[in-house]
């Protein structure tokens, strides 16, 4: 259900959307209100998915109110007047209705209201994919590095080295452990305190230490063993 109020300053207009919104299955009326200044009240103890509200009132026109609010709701401006209209779709008013509107037009503006919504809720839900790349500064360049490439990352005081498949040098950046620990992705582990590996490039684990090519051997750390471990129980095959 879509929770909404009405404010209209004119008693007649306000009972039409009242009756309206009650035509409109998944609409849910919280709160009917004669002024913007009345809906600004209920709004102060109580929130609302929508509003529908008119233009030209008294002490606080409808569209002051919107702008006023920090957060504002989704909103449909109902009005006699279109000179509004642009200044509407400014503040992302999901539909204008021009007095005298009819039932059709009204419930074409709750579609709408309705596919914003679900929009909005499909977003949320929607996880948001770690992009494959991440930028380093090194010396005067900033280099786009494909996560994917790197084999290890190993600490060098304040700096760190990265290294990549195919590459004989490392690029050395002005960064710590924690942070480029924080930004790659769950096949990285940290093995050591100065070594956090790509675990789809071991090529074999020989007692305390990593082979990753055959010039490449890292130790493991002893407070990373126990980590390390249960991720090996996680792929080991045995009879």
């Not at 009756?19 to 209920?42: D, W």
């Not at 992009?131 to 280099?143: G, M, P, Y």
């Amino acid at each position: 259900m879509i929770r909404c109020i009405a404010i209209d300053d004119e008693p007649l207009a306000l009972r039409q959307i009242v009756a309206y919104i009650g035509k409109v299955p998944f609409l849910e009326l919280a709160a009917q209100c004669q002024s913007a200044l009345e809906a600004r009240a209920f709004l102060e103890h109580d929130t609302v998915d929508a509003i529908f509200c008119d233009i030209n009132m008294p002490d606080l026109n409808g569209m002051e109110f919107v702008k006023s609010l920090a957060v504002p709701p989704l909103i449909v401006f109902t009005t006699a007047y279109s000179d509004y209209a642009v200044e509407g779709f400014r503040v992302n008013a999901v539909d204008y209705l021009l007095k005298p509107f009819g039932l059709q037009e009204f419930q074409r503006a709750a579609q709408r209201l309705r596919e914003r919504v679900e929009g909005a809720a499909l977003a949320e839900n929607t996880p948001v994919p770690q992009a494959d790349t991440i930028f380093l500064k090194t010396e005067s360049r900033i280099v786009n590095v494909n996560i994917p490439d790197i084999r290890y990352v190993e600490a060098m005081s304040e700096y760190l080295k990265v290294w990549l498949d195919g590459q004989e040098k490392p690029i050395v950046t002005l960064l710590s452990m924690k942070k480029i620990e924080e930004r790659l992705p769950d096949y990285f582990m940290r093995i050591h305190r100065s070594y956090i590996i790509n675990l789809t490039k071991i090529q074999e684990v020989n007692k305390n230490r990593v082979v990753m090519d055959a010039n490449t051997i890292l130790p493991i750390g002893d407070m990373y063993k126990e980590s390390f471990q249960a991720y090996l129980n996680t792929k080991f095959l045995s009879r």
